[in-house]
Protein backbone atom coordinates (compact mmCIF):
# COMPACT_ATOMS: atom_id res chain seq x y z
CA UNK A 1 0.00 0.00 0.00
CA UNK A 2 3.04 2.47 1.01
CA UNK A 3 4.71 1.70 -2.16
CA UNK A 4 1.39 2.27 -4.41
CA UNK A 5 0.81 5.73 -2.57
CA UNK A 6 4.80 6.62 -2.98
CA UNK A 7 4.41 5.39 -6.42
CA UNK A 8 1.49 7.47 -6.64
CA UNK A 9 2.78 10.53 -5.34
CA UNK A 10 5.59 10.32 -7.57
CA UNK A 11 3.72 10.22 -10.85
CA UNK A 12 1.76 13.50 -9.42
CA UNK A 13 4.83 15.60 -8.90
CA UNK A 14 5.98 15.06 -12.16
CA UNK A 15 3.22 15.56 -13.57
CA UNK A 16 2.88 18.60 -11.73
CA UNK A 17 6.69 19.46 -12.64
CA UNK A 18 6.20 18.55 -16.30
CA UNK A 19 2.84 21.38 -16.33
CA UNK A 20 4.99 23.86 -15.02
CA UNK A 21 5.97 25.18 -18.41
CA UNK A 22 7.74 28.70 -17.23
CA UNK A 23 9.97 26.95 -14.18
CA UNK A 24 11.25 24.64 -16.73
CA UNK A 25 12.07 26.69 -19.22
CA UNK A 26 13.56 28.81 -16.98
CA UNK A 27 15.70 26.28 -15.50
CA UNK A 28 16.79 24.65 -18.84
CA UNK A 29 17.03 28.26 -20.63
CA UNK A 30 15.62 26.52 -24.01
CA UNK A 31 12.41 26.41 -25.43
CA UNK A 32 11.27 23.10 -27.48
CA UNK A 33 8.71 24.38 -30.53
CA UNK A 34 7.33 21.51 -32.08
CA UNK A 35 7.45 22.51 -35.74
CA UNK A 36 5.88 20.88 -39.07
CA UNK A 37 7.81 19.94 -42.50
CA UNK A 38 5.21 20.92 -44.66
CA UNK A 39 2.48 22.46 -43.35
CA UNK A 40 1.68 25.13 -45.63
CA UNK A 41 3.04 28.86 -44.90
CA UNK A 42 2.09 28.27 -41.06
CA UNK A 43 4.83 26.17 -40.32
CA UNK A 44 7.29 24.58 -43.41
CA UNK A 45 10.96 23.59 -43.13
CA UNK A 46 13.90 25.04 -45.32
CA UNK A 47 16.07 22.16 -45.15
CA UNK A 48 19.00 22.36 -42.62
CA UNK A 49 17.33 22.25 -39.39
CA UNK A 50 15.65 25.82 -40.43
CA UNK A 51 11.78 26.02 -39.90
CA UNK A 52 10.22 29.17 -40.71
CA UNK A 53 6.54 30.35 -41.40
CA UNK A 54 3.20 31.82 -39.98
CA UNK A 55 3.03 29.98 -37.07
CA UNK A 56 6.91 29.62 -36.15
CA UNK A 57 7.61 33.54 -36.72
CA UNK A 58 4.53 34.30 -34.10
CA UNK A 59 6.06 31.01 -31.50
CA UNK A 60 9.56 33.48 -31.65
CA UNK A 61 8.16 36.53 -30.90
CA UNK A 62 5.97 34.82 -27.94
CA UNK A 63 10.19 33.40 -27.06
CA UNK A 64 11.26 36.42 -26.97
CA UNK A 65 8.57 37.46 -24.32
CA UNK A 66 9.15 34.39 -22.65
CA UNK A 67 12.75 35.48 -22.05
CA UNK A 68 12.45 39.10 -20.94
CA UNK A 69 9.59 37.89 -18.38
CA UNK A 70 11.71 35.31 -17.01
CA UNK A 71 14.72 37.78 -16.92
CA UNK A 72 16.77 35.47 -18.68
CA UNK A 73 20.19 36.62 -21.06
CA UNK A 74 19.65 34.20 -23.34
CA UNK A 75 16.87 31.35 -24.06
CA UNK A 76 17.59 28.80 -26.28
CA UNK A 77 15.03 27.72 -29.38
CA UNK A 78 15.24 23.84 -29.98
CA UNK A 79 13.66 22.85 -33.25
CA UNK A 80 11.49 19.42 -32.90
CA UNK A 81 9.52 18.28 -36.05
CA UNK A 82 6.10 16.73 -35.28
CA UNK A 83 4.04 15.28 -37.62
CA UNK A 84 0.14 15.23 -37.20
CA UNK A 85 0.22 11.42 -35.38
CA UNK A 86 2.62 12.63 -32.46
CA UNK A 87 1.83 16.15 -31.99
CA UNK A 88 -0.25 15.63 -29.05
CA UNK A 89 1.71 12.92 -27.55
CA UNK A 90 4.75 15.13 -27.75
CA UNK A 91 3.52 17.75 -26.05
CA UNK A 92 1.78 15.79 -23.19
CA UNK A 93 4.95 13.78 -22.70
CA UNK A 94 6.67 17.63 -22.31
CA UNK A 95 8.90 16.71 -25.42
CA UNK A 96 7.42 19.84 -26.99
CA UNK A 97 6.96 22.96 -24.66
CA UNK A 98 4.76 24.97 -27.60
CA UNK A 99 3.46 23.09 -30.69
CA UNK A 100 3.75 26.23 -33.74
CA UNK A 101 2.53 23.83 -36.78
CA UNK A 102 -1.43 23.67 -37.60
CA UNK A 103 -3.39 22.34 -35.46
CA UNK A 104 -7.06 22.14 -34.70
CA UNK A 105 -8.58 23.58 -31.95
CA UNK A 106 -11.39 20.77 -31.26
CA UNK A 107 -13.16 19.38 -28.16
CA UNK A 108 -11.71 16.30 -28.43
CA UNK A 109 -7.74 18.04 -28.47
CA UNK A 110 -9.31 20.08 -25.71
CA UNK A 111 -9.21 17.09 -23.12
CA UNK A 112 -5.17 16.30 -23.58
CA UNK A 113 -3.72 19.52 -24.42
CA UNK A 114 -4.82 23.25 -24.46
CA UNK A 115 -4.76 26.18 -27.15
CA UNK A 116 -4.01 29.66 -27.11
CA UNK A 117 -6.22 32.17 -28.91
CA UNK A 118 -7.01 31.09 -32.21
CA UNK A 119 -4.47 33.05 -35.11
CA UNK A 120 -5.53 30.94 -37.81
CA UNK A 121 -9.18 30.81 -38.78
CA UNK A 122 -9.16 27.60 -41.63
CA UNK A 123 -11.33 26.32 -44.27
CA UNK A 124 -11.02 22.37 -45.44
CA UNK A 125 -10.95 22.22 -49.33
CA UNK A 126 -10.54 20.41 -52.23
CA UNK A 127 -7.43 20.67 -54.52
CA UNK A 128 -7.16 18.30 -57.60
CA UNK A 129 -5.58 18.97 -61.12
CA UNK A 130 -7.29 21.16 -63.22
CA UNK A 131 -7.79 18.01 -66.33
CA UNK A 132 -9.37 16.39 -63.90
CA UNK A 133 -12.96 17.76 -64.66
CA UNK A 134 -13.55 17.63 -60.58
CA UNK A 135 -15.55 21.13 -59.73
CA UNK A 136 -17.41 19.90 -56.72
CA UNK A 137 -17.82 17.39 -53.76
CA UNK A 138 -20.68 15.65 -55.59
CA UNK A 139 -17.80 14.68 -58.29
CA UNK A 140 -15.66 13.04 -55.30
CA UNK A 141 -17.82 9.77 -55.69
CA UNK A 142 -16.05 6.60 -56.69
CA UNK A 143 -12.58 8.49 -56.88
CA UNK A 144 -9.60 7.99 -54.68
CA UNK A 145 -9.49 11.01 -51.78
CA UNK A 146 -5.71 11.69 -50.39
CA UNK A 147 -5.40 13.09 -47.08
CA UNK A 148 -2.57 12.79 -44.46
CA UNK A 149 -2.66 10.38 -41.83
CA UNK A 150 -3.51 11.87 -38.27
CA UNK A 151 -5.67 14.71 -39.60
CA UNK A 152 -9.68 15.10 -39.13
CA UNK A 153 -10.31 16.31 -42.96
CA UNK A 154 -11.20 13.08 -44.87
CA UNK A 155 -14.07 12.66 -41.71
CA UNK A 156 -14.98 15.66 -42.20
CA UNK A 157 -15.79 15.30 -46.23
CA UNK A 158 -17.50 12.14 -45.13
CA UNK A 159 -19.66 14.50 -42.37
CA UNK A 160 -20.55 16.85 -44.98
CA UNK A 161 -24.26 16.65 -46.03
CA UNK A 162 -23.35 17.39 -50.09
CA UNK A 163 -21.43 13.81 -49.20
CA UNK A 164 -24.29 11.88 -48.20
CA UNK A 165 -24.43 8.51 -49.77
CA UNK A 166 -21.04 8.82 -51.74
CA UNK A 167 -18.94 6.17 -51.68
CA UNK A 168 -14.73 6.90 -52.21
CA UNK A 169 -11.59 5.96 -51.28
CA UNK A 170 -8.97 7.06 -49.45
CA UNK A 171 -5.32 7.05 -49.37
CA UNK A 172 -3.11 8.60 -47.02
CA UNK A 173 0.31 10.32 -47.10
CA UNK A 174 2.72 10.73 -44.37
CA UNK A 175 2.58 13.88 -44.43
CA UNK A 176 1.13 16.92 -46.28
CA UNK A 177 3.80 16.82 -49.23
CA UNK A 178 3.65 13.04 -49.30
CA UNK A 179 -0.13 13.71 -49.75
CA UNK A 180 0.57 16.37 -52.63
CA UNK A 181 2.29 13.95 -54.56
CA UNK A 182 -0.25 10.97 -54.33
CA UNK A 183 -2.82 13.78 -56.38
CA UNK A 184 0.22 14.58 -58.70
CA UNK A 185 1.10 11.11 -59.52
CA UNK A 186 -2.15 10.04 -60.21
CA UNK A 187 -2.27 8.08 -57.09
CA UNK A 188 -5.40 10.39 -55.91
CA UNK A 189 -7.87 12.06 -57.75
CA UNK A 190 -8.26 14.44 -55.13
CA UNK A 191 -6.57 16.12 -52.20
CA UNK A 192 -8.71 17.14 -48.93
CA UNK A 193 -6.71 19.17 -46.19
CA UNK A 194 -6.79 22.93 -45.05
CA UNK A 195 -7.14 25.58 -47.78
CA UNK A 196 -3.53 27.49 -46.61
CA UNK A 197 -1.83 24.21 -47.12
CA UNK A 198 -3.24 23.01 -50.43
CA UNK A 199 -2.36 26.90 -51.55
CA UNK A 200 1.11 26.70 -50.55
CA UNK A 201 1.82 23.23 -51.61
CA UNK A 202 -0.02 24.47 -55.14
CA UNK A 203 2.37 27.40 -54.87
CA UNK A 204 4.99 25.33 -54.80
CA UNK A 205 4.51 22.65 -57.49
CA UNK A 206 6.73 22.23 -60.41
CA UNK A 207 3.63 23.80 -62.60
CA UNK A 208 1.38 25.25 -60.27
CA UNK A 209 -0.80 25.84 -63.27
CA UNK A 210 -2.02 22.24 -63.30
CA UNK A 211 -4.05 22.45 -60.22
CA UNK A 212 -7.05 24.22 -58.27
CA UNK A 213 -8.51 24.45 -55.43
CA UNK A 214 -12.54 23.51 -55.92
CA UNK A 215 -16.22 23.17 -54.36
CA UNK A 216 -17.37 24.30 -51.45
CA UNK A 217 -16.05 25.22 -47.66
CA UNK A 218 -15.97 21.66 -46.12
CA UNK A 219 -15.59 23.12 -42.57
CA UNK A 220 -14.05 26.14 -40.64
CA UNK A 221 -11.54 25.33 -38.00
CA UNK A 222 -9.76 27.31 -35.43
CA UNK A 223 -5.70 27.26 -35.33
CA UNK A 224 -3.75 27.95 -32.46
CA UNK A 225 -0.75 27.45 -30.61
CA UNK A 226 -0.95 24.29 -28.90
CA UNK A 227 1.20 23.46 -25.18
CA UNK A 228 0.39 21.47 -22.32
CA UNK A 229 -2.75 21.34 -20.53
CA UNK A 230 -3.48 22.50 -17.15
CA UNK A 231 -0.84 25.59 -17.20
CA UNK A 232 -2.65 28.40 -16.73
CA UNK A 233 0.40 30.58 -16.01
CA UNK A 234 1.95 29.37 -19.29
CA UNK A 235 -1.00 29.74 -21.25
CA UNK A 236 -1.53 33.42 -20.15
CA UNK A 237 1.71 34.41 -20.92
CA UNK A 238 1.21 33.06 -24.33
CA UNK A 239 -1.82 34.39 -25.02
CA UNK A 240 -0.87 38.17 -23.50
CA UNK A 241 1.79 37.91 -26.31
CA UNK A 242 -0.27 37.11 -29.16
CA UNK A 243 -3.40 39.63 -28.12
CA UNK A 244 -0.96 41.95 -27.98
CA UNK A 245 0.31 41.31 -31.23
CA UNK A 246 -3.03 41.31 -32.31
CA UNK A 247 -3.72 44.40 -30.60
CA UNK A 248 -0.65 46.59 -32.37
CA UNK A 249 -1.22 45.03 -35.56
CA UNK A 250 2.23 42.97 -35.77
CA UNK A 251 0.18 39.67 -36.55
CA UNK A 252 -1.42 41.64 -39.88
CA UNK A 253 2.06 42.27 -41.02
CA UNK A 254 3.12 38.85 -40.12
CA UNK A 255 0.14 37.72 -42.20
CA UNK A 256 0.73 39.88 -45.12
CA UNK A 257 4.19 38.53 -45.16
CA UNK A 258 3.38 35.20 -44.94
CA UNK A 259 0.38 35.00 -47.15
CA UNK A 260 0.28 37.59 -49.62
CA UNK A 261 4.08 38.15 -50.07
CA UNK A 262 6.63 35.94 -51.76
CA UNK A 263 8.33 33.28 -49.56
CA UNK A 264 10.96 30.67 -49.51
CA UNK A 265 12.82 28.95 -51.07
CA UNK A 266 10.73 29.29 -54.55
CA UNK A 267 9.97 33.38 -53.59
CA UNK A 268 6.41 31.88 -54.61
CA UNK A 269 3.36 33.87 -53.25
CA UNK A 270 0.52 31.57 -51.41
CA UNK A 271 -1.82 34.55 -52.29
CA UNK A 272 -4.59 34.22 -49.47
CA UNK A 273 -5.84 37.83 -48.99
CA UNK A 274 -6.64 37.81 -44.32
CA UNK A 275 -10.32 36.11 -44.43
CA UNK A 276 -13.31 37.64 -42.27
CA UNK A 277 -13.11 34.75 -40.47
CA UNK A 278 -9.91 35.69 -39.15
CA UNK A 279 -10.31 39.48 -39.17
CA UNK A 280 -13.40 38.78 -36.45
CA UNK A 281 -11.04 35.84 -34.47
CA UNK A 282 -8.38 38.65 -34.52
CA UNK A 283 -10.93 41.82 -33.12
CA UNK A 284 -12.15 39.30 -30.26
CA UNK A 285 -9.48 37.02 -29.11
CA UNK A 286 -10.88 33.78 -28.07
CA UNK A 287 -9.50 29.59 -27.64
CA UNK A 288 -13.13 28.59 -28.81
CA UNK A 289 -13.18 25.02 -30.62
CA UNK A 290 -14.27 24.23 -33.95
CA UNK A 291 -17.81 23.01 -32.46
CA UNK A 292 -18.47 26.41 -31.90
CA UNK A 293 -18.03 28.12 -35.64
CA UNK A 294 -20.14 25.10 -36.60
CA UNK A 295 -23.05 26.44 -34.78
CA UNK A 296 -25.28 28.07 -36.53
Known sequence: M???LIALCAALTLGI???????????????TMGVRESSGALSYTLGDGKYV?????ICARVIQALQKQLGLTALATRYQPVTSQNRIPLVQ?????????????????????????????????????????????????????ATTTGTTSVQTLRKNERASGMNFDEVYGKDHADSFLLMDSGRADAFVMDGQ?????????????DFRIVGEVLSVEPIAIMFRKDDPQFKKA?????IGMMASGELAKIYD??????????NTRVGLPLSEANKAAWATP???PMEDYARK
Open 2 to 4: KKS
Open 17 to 31: AQADTLSKIKSSGAV
Open 53 to 57: GYHVE
Open 93 to 145: NGTVDIECGSTTNNVARQRDVSFAVTTYVEEVRIATKVNSGITSIAQLNGKKV
Open 197 to 209: ILAGLISKAKNPA
Open 238 to 242: VDATV
Open 257 to 266: KWFLQPIPPA
Open 286 to 288: NDK
